[in-house]
């Protein structure tokens, strides 16, 4: 189960930096986390979420700063607005990445990376991390390839309010106002784009795909590469308590809702958590699992989740799928333990339904991780093919 946050930040996007937590104390986020998970929420759960300082558009750049880059490469945190589930403004952090020199004509695509599941403090967004450019998988050839890339952190990672884990909406939004933001800096970026993302991250690529053509259709959202996907939070959720006994995700997801949903936040949540249970949640995804490891998933609820409609709806329209997508290139390793292939496959019947073209790629021997290495040469193909402006092959009757 720890495939979700192995690996290092070339191959896996690990964001869960232990010991680097900065910005507002550690505490403020404990504070928050006991009272609306131990008493329950006392106002709209859009409150949580921390707005921008001023109505801002989405992607509008609000803070950047330079940070290392590679060589012939120029990079920044950025800190740029979105929009939260009631549709009040946010701010999301993240870096951008760009290479050196003026673009070519016509300018540079943009290549959005949404990471996979780092935690609910702070301290284990990818940008406030020693390296925030090393969680990038294949960052060096996305430049080389002369990509703009983007990275976003997600909401309430790195930035105030509860992080909404797995709430598919905040995270496409996260997404695709993190490729405007890049389109804002001095990047030379154009219109198109790509989005590409791994377990977690896979979820929000989905839903970056399926939220594009409504939320900014400025964007010339060419495809999306979801990789070992989240691609339905309530199967994944209770496979992960089936096999492994762990309720740590469900955990994070009840919590992430929590912060989303109005009907969830006035839920009195974890009243058997210890002390120490609740202080893991300010820490990242190790952390977590660690403190929820053998648990009860009554813990959460005080009763069986699958008996909670209110949250049960929000899960199963959180499934990725029920819309219409731009072109997805779906890459799943055929041992997965932790997102295994029936959930891809379930994602694939629904996606086709639809009408979404999807290109469904599975490596033989492949897990959770590997299959970073095992997918690179066809991720990488994608984005080339899909920008140039070719049709995506469509698995969809095969």
């Known amino acids: 189960m ?31 986390v006991v009272a609306v ?4 929420a006392a106002v709209p759960a859009a409150s949580a979420q921390a707005t921008a300082p001023r109505r801002s558009a989405p992607g509008e750049v609000l803070e950047h700063r330079r940070i290392p880059a590679p060589p012939g490469a120029r990079a920044w945190q950025v800190v740029y607005a979105s929009r939260d589930e009631a549709g009040d403004d946010i701010a999301v952090s993240g870096f951008v990445v760009a290479p050196d020199g003026p673009p070519p004509a016509g ?23 020693p390296a925030p450019v090393d969680t990038v998988p294949w960052i060096l050839e996305l430049l080389d390839a002369g990509y703009v890339v983007a990275a976003t952190d997600y909401a309430g990672l790195g930035t105030d309010g509860i992080h909404p884990y797995l709430v598919g909406g ?10 405007r933001a890049a389109r804002a800096l001095p990047t030379g970026a154009n219109r198109k784009a790509v989005v590409y993302g791994h377990s977690q991250g896979g ?21 999306v590469a979801p990789g070992a996907a989240v691609a339905a939070p309530g199967a994944f959720i209770d496979h992960t308590i089936d096999r492994f006994g762990d309720v740590g995700f469900l955990v994070m997801g009840a919590l992430g809702y929590q912060g989303a949903y109005p009907e969830i936040a006035a839920m009195r949540l974890l009243g058997a958590a210890s002390a120490d249970q609740v202080q893991a949640l300010n820490g990242c995804a190790f952390d977590i699992m ?51 292939i029936d959930e891809a496959d379930a994602y694939v019947a629904r996606a086709c339904r639809k009408g979404t073209v999807v290109d469904y790629r599975v490596y033989a021997g492949a897990d959770h991780v590997s299959v970073l290495d095992a997918a690179h040469d066809d991720v990488l193909d994608f984005f080339a093919s899909v920008l140039g402006g070719r049709q995506v092959r469509s698995g969809c009757g095969d």
């Not at 780092?118 to 301290?123: H, K, Q, V």
């Not at 905040?170 to 490729?179: Q, Y």
Request: aromatic letters at 6%; hydrophobic letters at 40%; proline letters at 6%.
């Open 170 to 179: 905040s995270e496409g939004r996260s997404v695709l106002d993190s490729i």
């Open 203 to 223: 979820h929000a690529t989905l839903f970056a795909g399926e939220l594009a053509a409504r939320y900014a259709p400025e964007i010339a959202l060419r495809g």
């Open 37 to 40: 998970l131990l008493l329950g």
């Open 107 to 129: 300018g540079r695509p943009v290549v959005a990376w949404a990471h996979a599941t780092a935690g609910l403090g702070d301290g284990c967004a990818p940008s406030r991390g």
């Open 290 to 340: 660690a403190a929820f490891e053998d648990g009860d998933p009554r813990v959460v609820f005080g009763t069986d989740p699958g008996a909670v409609e209110a949250w049960q709806s929000r899960v199963r329209e959180n499934a990725a799928g029920l819309r219409r997508s731009v072109p997805v290139m779906y890459w799943q390793g055929e041992t997965d333990w932790l997102t295994p």
């Open 2 to 32: 720890r495939g979700e946050a192995e690996g290092d930040g070339r191959r896996a996007g690990s964001a869960c930096h232990h010991g680097r937590v900065t910005g507002r104390p550690t505490r403020a986020l404990v504070a928050t």
